[in-house]
């Protein structure tokens, strides 16, 4: 009997944030139009019980009927963000051999607060590129069912990769190791197609698969190829057969070559990348991504020491970060598609919104940034028809922001208000 009444006080603290959009209008003092380019003036955007946009209208000369529910929001609106890496299960101020200290259910649990906290500073769309325990797929079920209150997730699952490997436990000695190997992890070709199979059974709608070393791993560097081309062709292979898109954690200009020939999708960090991987992913004939996360480094270098972070990864971490934020500039101005990436959980989920002012700082104008965590970033999901634009039949997720981003895109990184699928979920509207 207490645990029903528990469950009936959690649902009704979670119900404005949570059930069904009825039909309204979000207005603002003008909106950013990603498809276009434009600013627009005094937008009227209608929202279907839905949760999807019916119409866009010019809110001066526009009426509704009084059973239209009106979010007045001042600034600018632009569509929900889109976050291609992020680690909800992650946090940030837990680095090192200090994960030990609490049970593996801790990590499941901190996903709730950083979904939440993700989605109050704008990301009204994640990609979790491996979690463990299956906590993205988790905290995924419970947000669509109206459990918890947070961004769109596209899980991940485990992450593949090779024995040793970035993506494999590397912080414990054999005798605190198990018997078997862990979760995402394969040699070969065909255990690695395998691995695709089960995170899908189990799931993940993006394969994640770690091509080099890493920053935060042990025993790794990031330059260093851990997967064969064949094996990275065969786990893109096996998830195009299933419709899956995929991730590949890639510094390494070796590893970022055989990625993209082998026909990953989107390539992660892309630190140390060579003109060569430059120019392969941009002349790709199926589209290429670099999804480059230029700005947690200065979270890191600041903080991570006092979070347990070790000092060999500082130092790997000091290592490739200018290196990371000059190929920036020069996969932009080569043509790669860029989508945005933070990487979340290496640094506090909320401060996400950061990296848009560092990007516009290494080459892009502010509206190729915000298009990077919009409009390209939902093309790189496959998820044009659902995200990434303020248009009739997406959702309507929106970002309200003080001021013109497409003058200062530091703004970005404090929305005044979010509305997620016609639901405002931060912020309060203006009495009208």
């Given amino acids: 009997m207490a645990m029903a009444r528990v469950a009936m006080m959690a649902a009704a603290l979670l119900a404005p944030a949570t059930a069904q959009a009825e039909k309204v209008v979000v207005t603002a003092d003008r909106m950013v139009d990603v ?6 003036e005094s937008p009227a955007v209608f929202i279907g019980d839905d949760g999807r946009i019916t119409a866009i209208a010019d ?26 890496h992020v680690h909800l299960d992650s946090p940030a101020d837990i680095g090192g051999y200090r994960g030990l200290e ?12 950083n979904g939440r906290a993700m989605l109050d500073a704008g990301f ?43 993506c494999d436990s590397t912080f414990l000695p054999p005798s605190l190791e198990k018997a078997r190997k862990e979760e995402g992890i394969g040699d070969g070709p065909e255990e690695l197609r395998h691995q ?9 709608e993006v394969i994640k698969v770690c091509a080099t070393g890493g920053v935060f791993s042990r025993n790794t560097e990031p330059g260093q190829p851990q997967l064969s081309e064949s094996e990275l062709r065969a786990i893109a292979e096996e998830a195009n057969q299933w419709g899956l898109r995929t991730a590949a954690h890639a510094h390494g200009a070796e590893g970022i070559k055989r990625a993209v020939r082998a026909g990953i999708d989107t390539i992660e960090h892309a630190s140390l990348a060579d003109a060569e991987a ?29 979070n ?76 044009e028809k659902d995200v990434g634009a303020i248009a ?33 979920v931060r912020g309060v509207a203006a009495p009208r």
Avoid at 35 to 40: A, F, Q, R
Avoid at 196 to 204: D, E, L, S
Avoid at 337 to 344: C, I, K, L
Avoid at 358 to 383: C, D, H, K, S
């Fill in 278 to 306: 430059i120019r392969l992913c941009a002349q790709r004939t199926r589209p290429c991504y670099f999804s480059m996360d230029i700005y947690n480094t200065d979270y890191t270098q600041a903080e991570g020491r006092k």
């Fill in 308 to 383: 347990g972070v070790l000092e060999d990864n500082l130092r790997k971490d000091r290592e490739v970060g200018d290196i990371q934020r000059e190929n920036f500039r020069k996969a932009h101005q080569a043509g790669v598609r860029m989508v945005f990436g933070s990487d979340a959980g290496v640094m506090p989920h909320g401060l996400a919104g950061r990296q848009f002012a560092v990007m516009v700082r290494y080459g892009m104008t502010p509206l190729q940034a915000i298009q990077a965590a919009t409009r390209t970033a939902a093309e790189a999901l496959g998820r």
């Fill in 196 to 204: 695709v199979r089960r995170q899908r059974k189990f799931g993940a």
């Fill in 102 to 113: 609490f049970t593996d259910s801790f990590f499941g649990m901190t996903a709730v607060g």
């Fill in 59 to 84: 809110a001066r000369t526009v009426r509704w009927s009084s059973d239209v529910r009106h979010i007045a929001l001042s600034g600018t609106l632009l569509p929900g963000f889109i976050d291609m």
């Fill in 35 to 40: 498809l276009t380019g434009k600013m627009v």
């Fill in 392 to 424: 009739v039949g997406r959702f309507g997720d929106l970002v309200a922001v003080a001021g013109d981003p497409l003058r200062d895109p530091s703004v970005l990184a404090s929305p005044q208000a979010v509305v997620k699928g016609g639901v405002l």
């Fill in 124 to 166: 009204t769309t994640v990609r979790n590129v491996g979690s463990g325990n299956r906590n993205d797929v988790g905290l995924r079920q419970a947000i669509d069912n109206g459990y918890a209150v947070g961004p769109r997730i596209v899980p991940g699952g485990f992450s593949l990769g090779a024995t040793g490997g970035h």
